[in-house]
């Protein structure tokens, strides 16, 4: 599986903003310096009081299709 690391800072209330669907696609620049966008809501299990905070792996198979994401810092 292909995995891409991107660092987040979102606060509580722009996450909950793109949530509700004002924005439903986060963008993001990935560590390796490539552009990405997915949905907002597979960080929904990392939302806390203070937004979704860190370093997040997210795989995806060869076609792109997106398989899971995971806190690593």
């Given amino acids: 599986m ?7 800072h979102i606060s509580a209330d722009k996450y909950i903003l793109m949530y509700q669907g004002v924005a439903q696609n986060v963008f993001a620049h990935a560590l390796d310096g490539r552009s990405v966008q997915f949905p907002a809501k ?3 299990p990392f939302l806390l009081k203070d937004g979704v905070k860190g370093r997040f792996r997210i795989t995806f198979d060869d076609q792109g299709k997106y398989k ?3 806190k690593i810092k």
């Fill in 42 to 44: 597979i960080l929904k």
């Fill in 68 to 70: 899971g994401i995971d």
């Fill in 2 to 8: 292909k995995s891409i690391l991107v660092d987040l």
